[in-house]
């Protein structure tokens, strides 16, 4: 850079924009920015690259708009990252891009279900194998299909708790929130049959007793039965919606 001024051969035919964004790219994933660290001012990033400040501004906006960072008034600009959120707004776009199918999002949430109990066998905790099993004995009692769907979210999602991998975790639960966006209440509406509900109940504790016994052959057939049941009504679902 000479006099404020770039030099073009840094650009290799990139727009300005394209440019500014790798340098934030670089950043975050070289771990020179962190979550919740102040960011240099639009001046300061402008001088080390060479570009005007309306060029970095733009881009700290798309990547405000995207909630990577936050921009405080009167404070500075931040690394933040709410994950579900920003990785919601980015698969939905990729869904309604490619045109895919939600059937297709619910095996990919089963697949990392699988995952999870393959982990939670050998890492769950006596606490965590607890707090399910309190779980599965309010799941016995008495209620309605609403309270018991909600329960049921909660036992899922101890299971992949249990696995103690963030990833798992942090998918599993974004996979969920885009079943639910297509199918209002998905959870109410396979409980509210009584067989089906049975036959759930049935695999939910069948998962913890295998987990229980680190037994992961009972544990994976367990949940292979809660699967069946879940996709054959996701199939009727989705053929009612067209």
Same mark, same amino acid.
């Given at each position: 850079?000479?006099?404020?001024?770039? &030099?073009?051969?840094?650009?290799?035919?990139?727009?300005?924009?394209?440019?500014?964004? =790798?340098?934030?790219?670089? !950043?975050? #994933?070289?771990?020179?920015?962190?979550?919740?660290?102040?960011?240099p001012t639009?001046?300061?990033?402008?001088? !080390?690259?060479?570009?005007?400040?309306?060029?970095?501004?733009?881009?700290?906006?798309?990547?405000?708009?995207?909630?990577?960072?936050?921009? #405080?008034?009167?404070?500075?600009?931040?690394?933040?990252?709410?994950? %579900?959120?920003y990785m919601?707004?980015?698969?939905? %776009?990729?869904?309604?891009? /490619?045109?895919?199918?939600?059937?297709?999002?619910?095996?990919?949430?089963?697949?990392? =279900?699988?995952?999870?109990?393959r982990l939670?066998?050998?890492?769950?905790?006596?606490?965590?194998?607890?707090?399910?099993?309190?779980?599965?004995?309010? %799941?016995?009692?008495?209620?309605?299909?609403?309270?018991?769907?909600?329960?049921?979210?909660?036992?899922?999602?101890?299971? @992949?708790?249990?696995?103690?991998?963030?990833?798992?975790? #942090?998918?599993?639960?974004?996979?969920?929130? /885009?079943?639910? !966006?297509?199918?209002?209440?998905?959870?109410?509406?396979? /409980?509210?049959?009584?067989?089906?509900?049975?036959?759930?109940?049935?695999? *939910?504790?069948?998962?913890?007793?295998?987990?229980? &016994?680190?037994?992961?052959?009972?544990?994976?057939?367990?949940? &292979?039965? *809660?699967?069946?049941? @879940? =996709?054959?009504? #996701?199939?009727? %679902?989705?053929?009612?919606?067209?």
């Amino acid at each position: 850079m000479e006099g404020g001024r770039m &030099d073009n051969s840094k650009l290799n035919g990139k727009k300005t924009y394209e440019y500014v964004f =790798e340098y934030f790219s670089e !950043q975050i #994933l070289s771990g020179k920015l962190k979550l919740n660290d102040k960011i240099p001012t639009e001046r300061e990033i402008a001088e !080390q690259l060479g570009v005007s400040r309306n060029s970095i501004r733009e881009v700290m906006h798309m990547l405000e708009i995207t909630g990577l960072i936050e921009c #405080l008034q009167g404070s500075g600009n931040y690394v933040r990252c709410d994950p %579900m959120e920003y990785m919601l707004k980015s698969v939905n %776009m990729v869904m309604a891009l /490619l045109e895919i199918d939600y059937s297709e999002i619910f095996h990919i949430r089963t697949g990392y =279900e699988y995952a999870a109990v393959r982990l939670a066998v050998e890492k769950a905790t006596k606490e965590e194998l607890e707090e399910m099993h309190q779980i599965l004995i309010e %799941m016995d009692q008495p209620m309605s299909a609403k309270e018991s769907a909600k329960l049921d979210l909660e036992f899922h999602h101890m299971l @992949v708790k249990c696995s103690h991998n963030r990833m798992l975790i #942090l998918y599993n639960s974004m996979l969920d929130n /885009l079943l639910d !966006q297509f199918i209002e209440n998905f959870r109410t509406k396979i /409980l509210t049959n009584k067989m089906r509900a049975e036959l759930l109940r049935r695999s *939910h504790w069948g998962i913890y007793r295998a987990l229980m &016994d680190r037994d992961l052959p009972e544990a994976m057939k367990a949940f &292979d039965k *809660h699967f069946r049941v @879940v =996709e054959a009504q #996701l199939e009727k %679902m989705m053929q009612n919606n067209g």
